[in-house]
């Protein structure tokens, strides 16, 4: 149980586009999910808390116009990186929070490459 | 907000021999406290978890401590192998929310 999928799992750009990210929750619903990055060697950096049907909230630093996040069911959220630059180029996770002990269950990541 | 501290980023240690990473947390509120070990490229995978009322919990080879009133708990792995070998992350859950917090991660080698 608790299975999270990402879509793409790698995905390589050129500077100026858009990139959409699709994480789904398989056998489970929830409310609350979360948006992270990962740059090589580094920890996890928490970008943004998405609850359904609310606006996400987010962590200082991160642009919420440029990290467009889109949370329209219990099972759906997509992260749209516009205008990616290579700074953006990173490992991005998602996590849903589920279960009485607010455990959060992490997708497979995927790895973004700006050029 | 939540900083939370680890220690040490990079550990070495023979196969057998056991392994500990020590993490400290700033919120007192904070009140679960989840371990990952993270692959190349992988996503961060649970491996042990404690809550704020428990001092210790012990999994087979993996073991948690956490000291509530110094704000620092401590991974335990004993008998160490090969595939032991990732990076693992602490992370601390803060009281006023449902954020995790993470440490900076510790590179652990196990060598034959």
């Known amino acids: 149980g608790a299975v999270v999928s990402q879509h793409p799992s790698r995905v390589i750009c050129k500077s100026g586009t858009s990139v959409k990210i699709e994480c789904r929750s398989l056998?489970?619903?929830?409310?609350?999910m979360f948006w992270y990055r990962q740059f090589p060697k580094q920890s996890l950096m928490l970008m943004a808390t998405s609850n359904e049907g609310s606006k996400a909230t987010y962590e200082q630093g991160v642009e919420k116009d440029k990290f467009l996040i889109n949370h329209a069911s219990l099972t759906l959220s997509t992260l749209t990186v516009t205008s990616a630059h290579p700074e953006d180029s990173s490992f991005y996770i998602c996590?849903?929070?589920?279960?009485?002990?607010?455990?959060?269950?992490f997708g497979p990541g995927t790895r973004l490459t700006v050029l | 907000g939540e900083n939370v501290e680890q220690h040490p980023s990079t550990l070495s240690v023979q196969e057998g021999d056991s392994a500990v990473i020590k993490c400290t947390y700033s919120d007192s509120a904070s009140n679960y406290f989840p371990w990952y070990k993270q692959e190349l490229g992988k996503r961060p995978q649970l491996i042990i978890d404690?809550?704020?009322?428990?001092g210790e919990k012990k999994d087979q080879r993996i073991a948690v401590t956490l000291n509530k009133t110094a704000k620092h708990f401590s991974l335990h792995i004993t008998e160490t192998q090969p595939e032991d070998s990732a990076v693992y992350f602490c992370?601390?859950?803060?009281?006023?929310?449902?954020?995790?917090?993470f440490g900076t991660g510790t590179q652990l080698k196990v060598e034959l």
């Open positions: 404690i809550r704020s009322n428990v």
């Open positions: 996590s849903w929070q589920a279960g009485g002990y607010n455990e959060q269950f």
């Open positions: 992370a601390a859950m803060g009281g006023g929310g449902n954020k995790l917090t």
């Open positions: 056998d489970f619903q929830a409310t609350t």
